[in-house]
């Protein structure tokens, strides 16, 4: 007798716990809606029929890549950030929910109404630049990110949410892009693991995510001084910086921010009560 779907995921979720995957039921769920093609309503209405064997075998398949340690979004091909649905693959940094606290930091610095620029450096899928837009209608940014790959993929995020007439796209590093004394806030998650915490990442972050995106040199700070060093030259007075950080990086990201003269550092928690954001303003002249 054919396996109902009910049965499907239930086998799946544990597949997954006796692989040491986190959400393991939600991860099952989450496939298996994806092979459905209907919504979570239709599918708990069909979860005691059985299923087809095409749907098996289709659903199969996503399982052995979950049970791989390929990373969810990338076999959906889309992850959820800040309400937005963003196209996600190793083309650049998986958008995790701690990385929406410094999307609340810069909604907070941003007048609603105001037709403000933002850059988002190390842009990646461009999630942080497109939900910062997408709450501010009159204001513009640009995503900056060398790598190529990345580049694209923000750009295709920024079509698919019709962004693209107010979110340009430079691709280059931080440091060749020339756009600094245009912008009322930069915002970035630059790369900040240790080069030596990388080998002990979850496999689906080591294996999947672009090394670029992680690597923050011997002491994961290396991206935080060439950043603050080419604001504090390049950026106009009274223009806003927030960062992302590591949980254990707030002292020393804030103090390199107070070496540079900078002033109002400020910084926030994510919703795992981590240490997240920092953000300063750059003195007035």
């Known amino acids: 007798m054919a396996s109902s779907f009910d049965q499907l995921m239930r086998s799946a979720a544990d597949r997954f716990r006796e692989a040491g995957i986190d959400d393991a039921r939600q991860n099952a769920i989450l496939l298996m809606l994806h092979v459905f093609g209907d919504t979570h309503a239709a599918l708990i209405s069909a979860g ?8 098996v075998e289709a659903y199969e398949a996503l399982i052995k890549r979950r049970l791989s340690r390929e990373p969810l979004q990338h076999i959906l091909g889309t992850t959820f950030f800040y309400g937005l649905e963003i196209r996600s693959d190793a083309r650049a940094l998986i958008p995790r929910p701690d990385s929406e ?3 609340e930091i810069a909604l907070s610095l941003f007048p609603k109404d105001a037709t403000c620029r933002a850059a988002d450096l190390g842009t990646g899928t461009g999630c942080l630049l497109a939900a910062l837009l997408d709450q501010r209608p009159n204001a513009t940014g640009v995503g900056v990110d060398a790598s190529p790959d990345a580049a694209s993929l923000a750009r295709e995020n920024f079509a698919a949410l019709g962004l693209s007439g107010r979110a340009d796209v430079f691709e280059g590093s931080w440091t060749e892009w020339s756009g600094w004394g245009e912008v009322d806030l930069v915002i970035s998650n630059p790369p900040y693991i240790a080069s030596a915490e990388i080998p002990a990442l979850a496999p689906e972050v080591r294996a999947h995510d672009p090394h670029a995106a992680l690597d923050g040199g011997a002491d994961g700070l290396a991206a935080y001084r060439e950043l603050i060093a080419l604001a504090a030259e390049r950026l106009n007075p009274g223009a806003w910086l927030a960062f992302e950080i590591g949980h254990d990086q707030k002292a020393a990201v ?21 240490d997240r954001v920092v953000w300063a303003r750059k003195r007035e002249s």
């Open 254 to 274: 804030s103090g390199l921010l107070g070496a540079a003269g900078v002033v109002d550092i400020g910084t926030a928690k994510d919703l795992g009560a981590n």
């Open 101 to 103: 606290s410094v999307v």
């Open 48 to 55: 005691p029929d059985p299923a087809p064997q095409s749907l």
